[in-house]
């Protein structure tokens, strides 16, 4: 019986790979001239490690993938990583508390179980962690950095929405809701429950006029903020400064030229954010997000230590990205094959391939019915003088060299090195 792959899983060929790896470059190479260090994380992490501080809703925690890790007659239950900010605190918290601010990426792949096995399980993700700061400029460099990621990978006109979970948080305040309560109502407004909006609406007739007018704000720029201060100023004081705090990111995002869209209740999967959250979207398909968690790190037993971040997905980027156009072998690929088996030959043709590498070409030794059109350079060791015959697969030339030291200068030459 064929062996299948697990549902929910994928397989990266050498195509998606090559996509893989420019997405990986982009993303590493802007987020080192930012000041950014990379980081990793073990795939396995204690289950409590996402329970104890109750920052994953129920619906997520129900798809984690969990079993016990036995050590000897006990065992402690553990997951595969469904995320990868709480891993990188947790870390942060372990190893580098005294760092502030601590500019920390990776690019890692996280687990979370979907019931049909149509889509992914396994998902990959580029993310930044900005800890130690709590400021506008931390919120606007998270913002820019991730446009600028996606701007180096060739993608145009991507859509920045912007949210603020203080906001919803401050409103929910309010309604007199208790801790639990409100962080329960929080996730189902912004998976967009309508029916918890109307029993709220029914339950506090004067708070529900504050609420529906925030959450079905849309704009694009600050002023649509500013015109809300005085409907909250008086019902809801507490409102103002996440208010203020939502102002001046939008304007200095406005000042740098970068566009975006105010929508309230678009930040669905930001259970533990506190402040900022900004989405981006490219023809309605999600690329990544993040904002701000001042919140998780005292949960997780760390300093009262602010931070903000965000992630990219990279399976979803995969698919979206233009690569850059193959048309034929590459001007330094190289394969070597030997004529007759003489050892003196074969010895020949590895130390010629081992010359070539060390020169910066791409080079094979061919085996068994190696098809021979993916090479831009075909070089024959044959026993006898002269040694190395060279065929350009391009313009069909031939030529001959009698030593590793003039196969190089030839190749050196027509390839333009």
């Known amino acids: 019986m064929r062996v299948q792959k697990c549902k929910g899983t994928c397989d990266l060929t050498t195509e998606e790979m090559r996509r893989f790896r420019l ?23 204690y289950l409590h490690l996402f329970t104890s501080t109750g920052t994953l809703t129920p619906n997520t ?84 950095l991730s446009l600028e990621v996606l701007k180096t990978l060739g993608l145009k006109n991507v859509e920045l929405k912007l949210s603020h979970a203080g906001l919803i948080r ?23 429950d309508v029916a918890v909006l109307s029993r709220l609406k029914a339950e506090t007739p004067d708070l529900a006029r504050l609420l529906t007018p925030l959450l079905e704000m849309k704009g694009s720029n600050a002023g649509f903020l500013r015109n809300l201060k005085t409907l909250f100023s008086r019902d809801l004081p507490d409102f103002i400064p ?19 869209r105010i929508d ?20 309605d398909v999600k690329l990544g997000g993040g904002g701000r968690y001042n919140a998780l790190i005292p949960l997780m037993g760390g300093e009262n230590t602010p931070a903000s971040g965000f992630a990219l997905q990279m399976n979803t980027l995969m698919n979206i990205i233009q690569m850059p156009p193959q048309s034929g072998p590459e001007i330094n690929q190289i ?40 090479y831009k350079w075909l070089i024959e060791v044959s026993e006898a003088a002269p040694e190395f015959v060279i065929y350009n697969q391009t313009d069909k030339g031939k030529q001959t060299a009698r030593t590793i030291g003039e196969l190089l200068k030839l190749l050196g030459e027509k390839s333009g090195s």
């Open 23 to 45: 997405i990986e470059g982009a993303f590493r190479d802007s987020c080192i001239k930012w000041g950014y260090q990379e980081v990793r994380t073990p795939t396995i992490e």
């Open 61 to 144: 925690l129900g798809k984690v993938y969990s079993f016990l890790d036995w050590d000897g007659w006990s065992g402690e239950r553990v997951v595969l990583r469904p995320e990868g900010t709480i891993p990188t605190v947790r870390l942060y918290i372990d190893e580098m508390a005294d760092k502030k601010p601590a500019r920390l990426f990776y690019v890692i792949n996280t687990f979370i179980f979907e019931e049909t096995g149509k889509e992914n399980r396994e998902k990959w993700q580029c993310g930044v962690e900005l800890i130690g700061a709590d400021s506008v400029t931390a919120d606007v460099e998270l913002i820019t």
């Open 170 to 192: 401050a409103l929910l305040t309010g309604f007199g809701l208790s801790p639990e309560e409100q962080g329960k109502v929080f996730d189902q407004i912004l998976d967009g």
């Open 242 to 260: 996440e208010l203020d705090n939502f102002i001046a990111v939008a304007e200095l995002l406005t000042e740098i030229g970068v566009k975006y």
């Open 264 to 283: 309230i209740a678009s930040g669905r999967g930001f259970e533990y954010y506190t402040g900022m959250i900004f989405q981006i979207f490219k023809d």
């Open 335 to 374: 394969l070597v094959t030997v004529t007759g088996d003489r050892p003196e030959a074969v010895k020949s043709a590895h130390n010629a391939a081992d010359s070539l590498r060390k020169a910066g070409f791409i080079v094979s030794v061919k085996v068994d019915n190696e098809d021979k059109s993916e």
